[in-house]
């Protein structure tokens, strides 16, 4: 069974930590994303990487970055925490080419910053 | 700026009877669409998909329609069941990438009654 793996379903950090959310997939995807989900706006796209070490700004990475060192890892960072960053935090891999809008998600991380 | 509209928060229906979910798009060169569906504690799934070139998509009882004049596309359930209860995402991207950059609607809460 295919798997989209994020390392915490809750987190809570303080205002200005620096904070690391994980994700893994075991399909030997190309291209891996970051989204965030807030009530309202639905999934908006922070960062993706179509390649090891590569890596694309999406809609909103002010505030984030990211990392991607191995095929099967994409790394999402905040430098600095900040409350507006409080969201559910998906992460999903697809293929390359065609069919690479069919995307796979993990279940997500809830992200508090206080 | 939101390209990709899903204008009804929420829909209600009863068991056996239709689901119409609607949702509209502003970008011209958006020329692929999705659905995903996405329950609660868990990342949204793929749920079915239409090119451009077509005008209607058929799985079992999910039909996609696409409207390319209007730039509207609707997800038709039938029958709806309870287990469709859950929060639909319209998703669209445009054809030039290959990397499965989707832009997101906000999502459509569907409630199915018994």
């Known amino acids: 069974d295919v798997k989209v793996t994020q390392s915490s379903r809750y987190l809570v950090k303080r205002t200005g930590e620096k904070v690391f959310l994980e994700c893994v997939q075991d399909m030997d995807h190309e291209n891996m994303f970051w989204y965030r989900q807030d009530p309202g706006l639905g999934l908006r796209l922070i960062y993706f990487s179509y390649d090891v070490k590569m890596k694309e700004k999406g809609d909103i990475p002010e505030g984030y970055s990211v990392s991607r060192e191995k095929k099967e890892r994409f790394s999402l960072i905040l430098e600095s925490a900040s409350t507006n960053q409080t969201s559910m935090y998906l992460c999903?891999?697809?293929?390359?080419?065609?069919?690479?809008?069919?995307?796979?998600f993990g279940s997500g991380t809830q992200l508090s910053v206080l | 700026d939101q390209q990709v509209k899903q204008n009804s928060p929420s829909l209600s229906v009863q068991e056996g009877r239709i689901s119409i979910l609607n949702c509209d798009y502003t970008?011209?060169?958006?020329?692929?669409f999705l659905w995903y569906k996405k329950y609660p504690a868990e990342g949204p799934t793929f749920l079915i998909s239409i090119s451009s070139i077509k005008d209607k998509n058929e799985d079992g009882r999910f039909t996609v329609f696409l409207n390319k004049s209007a730039k509207h596309l609707s997800l038709h359930i039938v029958p709806s069941q309870p287990g469709d209860s859950a929060v639909y995402f319209c998703a669209a991207s445009p054809q030039s990438t290959s990397y499965g950059k989707l832009t997101f609607g906000q999502g459509t809460i569907l409630t199915v009654h018994p």
């Open positions: 970008n011209s060169m958006f020329d692929y």
């Open positions: 999903a891999s697809s293929n390359s080419g065609q069919g690479s809008e069919k995307l796979f």
